[in-house]
């Protein structure tokens, strides 16, 4: 699609082929026109397709696509902002109204014959004395229109200074159109620990999530009007408050329990009245060394996963919430986690580890 990547004839035709016969002609749908309506039969991929730079207040992406007309096989004559910053069907709407087929491609209104060049058009109607003056006026524009035979049509990205498109400067035009939030220090300093915890990416997004308050729990789902009856929005653990972020994580009576027997764990005492970053930046401070800044969270973010897990296991599966089951869920975790990235400096064994907190990672790091 973008100048950047040449698409060999073949697979472009083969492209084209298996597209335009099931979805229409790509561009006209993508870079034209108002939001297209997906079908309920509309693949997963078309749905992507057609959601690109869309949102409710903006229309980023298509507005950032220019075209440059080469062979003319496939740009819009009337959608298109080929000639200008408008469309013609913009600029001559009577016209565009009387088009027979408002999708038609410049290569089905012009022949060439060398330099000479001859428009033919179709109208569903009869044109008026007013619509013949703006046609001639249009005539007259098409005169200067810069057609390059040699080249194929293109598509150019405005938003780089030579029309490629490239991840970076999409990036960089996100964030022009972004809210920029700003966090609180603390969130920030807590999330900026995380990301040097040598955990899966997955566990890393999810302590991201949990930092944030962005997990969708019930609450979360409540306030954007998804679960709208008081019985499905309590905390599945103790069924007494609504499950949030700082309830489920933190606050739940049995969720205490749980912390409670970790700390007891690594020896050290639960500390009263923290939650979220606090919460977290607490239990790294448990690991003196500099050197334990890899799994200076790595029994927290064990723990929170392990919790979710059990979570969703107990919404969507109907399991029965066991406190001792999870507390050996999050020790049998950490322990892989960890032998995983320092199992040949460590001498202790699985059992040593669950048993004594002389033999904890903290201790290890010591
Ligand atoms: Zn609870």
Redesign the pocket.
């Known amino acids: 699609m973008f100048p950047a990547v040449q698409v060999p004839p073949e697979s472009l035709s083969f492209n084209n082929i298996l597209t335009r016969e099931r979805y229409g002609h790509l561009p006209t749908k993508i870079l034209t026109g108002t939001t297209p309506q997906v079908g309920a039969k509309d693949s997963i991929w078309w749905r992507d397709i057609l959601s690109i730079g869309r949102t409710a207040d903006e229309d980023w992406f298509k507005s950032n696509v220019g075209c440059c007309v080469g062979d003319d096989n496939d740009i819009g004559f009337w959608k298109f902002k080929w000639f200008g910053n408008n469309s013609f069907g913009e600029l001559y709407p009577n016209l565009y109204a009387k088009e027979a087929f408002k999708d038609v491609l410049i290569s089905d209104r012009l022949s060439r014959n060398g330099t000479d060049t001859e428009w033919h058009w179709q109208w569903c109607e009869e044109l008026s004395d007013n619509d013949a003056h703006h046609l001639r006026a249009l005539k007259q524009l098409l005169l200067d229109c810069p057609f390059d035979q040699a080249r194929s049509d293109r598509w150019r990205w405005v938003p780089d200074s030579v029309g490629l498109f490239t991840v970076k400067s999409c990036y960089s035009l996100l964030l022009q159109y972004s809210n920029t939030v700003v966090l609180e220090s603390n969130v920030l300093d807590a999330i900026q620990k995380l990301w040097k915890n040598d955990v899966s990416s997955k566990v890393n997004i999810f302590g991201w999530r949990l930092l944030l308050e962005k997990l969708h729990t019930r609450a979360a789902l409540h306030h954007r009007g998804i679960l709208n009856n008081s019985h499905d929005i309590s ?1 599945i ?2 069924y ?2 609504m ?1 949030d972020c700082s ?2 994580f933190f606050n ?4 205490k329990g749980v912390w409670e027997t970790i700390y007891r764990w690594l020896g050290q005492s639960l500390p009263a009245d923290l939650e979220g970053w606090n919460h977290f930046l607490s239990f790294g401070s448990l690991v003196k060394s500099k050197k334990g800044n890899q799994i200076r969270h790595l029994i927290w973010l064990a723990t929170t996963w392990c919790l979710w897990k059990l979570r969703n296991n107990v919404v969507f599966n109907g399991a029965l919430p066991d406190a001792s089951k999870l507390v050996d869920d999050i020790k049998t975790f950490s322990w892989f986690w960890f032998r995983g990235r320092f199992g040949r400096k460590s001498s202790f064994s699985f059992s040593s580890y669950c048993m004594s907190s002389k033999h904890t990672i903290i201790c290890f790091i010591l």
């Open positions: 905390c653990f103790c007494m408050h499950e309830h489920l739940c009576s049995f969720v």
